[in-house]
């Protein structure tokens, strides 16, 4: 076979070689630019804010004591929340590493989640349905993680 042949039949191979390594290094890179979005908006003063109000005047708290928290407080408590979904949801589908996650932000995050139940609660019986849901699942799962990894 001459050269020409050889360099037709392995020129096409090669390009998809070439063609795999480059988007699958352009997706690792796009999930390590997601990831720092989202942590970002994690560490951003806003959440680190209401992260702070739920393990200080949430976590073991009645409804009745949830109640007299005010409206400026159970937004901040809501947004962190809503922030703590959408990392959560990002991690469902794939757009960032979840070990990153697990890694970087999984115990703070976990208790952070924890510390919400009363509100959860409180939420679930005011308007029918339990908010947040992708936000529990996943720190249930960075529980048993870190659960998982102290046991090693």
């Known amino acids: 076979m001459s050269l020409s042949v050889w360099l037709s039949l392995i020129s096409p191979a090669v390009a998809v070689l070439v063609a795999v390594w480059g988007f699958r290094r352009s997706t690792r890179a796009d999930r390590l630019r997601a990831f720092f979005d989202l942590h970002e908006r994690y560490l951003a003063a806003e959440v680190r804010a209401g992260r702070r109000i739920l393990h200080q005047l949430v976590a ?5 004591q949830l109640a007299e928290l005010d409206r400026a407080t159970l937004d901040r408590v809501g947004y962190t929340l809503a922030v703590l979904n959408s990392i959560a949801i990002a991690c469902a589908g794939g757009y960032v590493d979840r070990k990153l996650v697990r890694r970087s932000m999984g115990r703070s ?3 952070a989640v924890a510390a919400a139940q009363p509100y959860l609660d409180r939420v679930q019986a005011q308007r029918g349905y339990r908010p947040y849901p992708f936000a529990e ?4 799962e960075l529980r048993e993680g870190a659960h998982v990894e102290s046991r090693d």
């Open 109 to 111: 995050y976990a208790s």
């Open 60 to 64: 073991g708290r009645s409804p009745e």
């Open 137 to 140: 699942a996943l720190a249930a």
